[in-house]
């Protein structure tokens, strides 16, 4: 079955950075776009970033254009979402996701709290 499990997040002061991890495992990694959603309180689930699957080519949300950067290493399974210039409109949960079969699958989140 399809696990992801996100780790990587935190308290960090506005400007600060993190890295963000996504271990996948049940399907064949190296064949699925990944992506990074996320959701803070009050509000709708957001897509922050999104790679794909031969080319690694990147897209972001205007929002963290600059600032964050995704990235993945399909021999370890894991995609990565690395975190710059953080602010505090950045505080979020913070998910991992594939769509497979016309199914969208989803970890488990990590917070990510922006604040001094």
């Known amino acids: 079955q399809v696990q992801l499990v996100e780790s990587g997040g935190g308290l960090v002061q506005p400007g600060g950075s993190l890295r963000l991890s996504c271990a996948a495992s049940?399907?064949?990694?190296?064949?699925?776009?990944m992506s990074w959603y996320r959701q803070a309180p009050g509000k709708e689930r957001e897509l922050v970033a999104s790679?794909?699957?031969?080319?690694?080519?990147?897209s972001y949300a205007d929002s963290v254009k600059g600032r964050f950067t995704i990235s993945r290493e399909n021999a370890k399974n894991t995609v990565r979402l690395q975190m710059n210039s953080l602010k505090p409109e950045d505080t979020a949960v913070y998910y991992c996701?594939?769509?497979?079969?016309?199914?969208?699958?989803w970890g488990q989140g990590t917070q990510v709290t922006v604040s001094s």
């Open positions: 996701s594939v769509k497979r079969l016309s199914y969208n699958y």
């Open positions: 049940g399907f064949t990694f190296s064949n699925y776009p």
């Open positions: 790679i794909t699957s031969i080319t690694s080519s990147t």
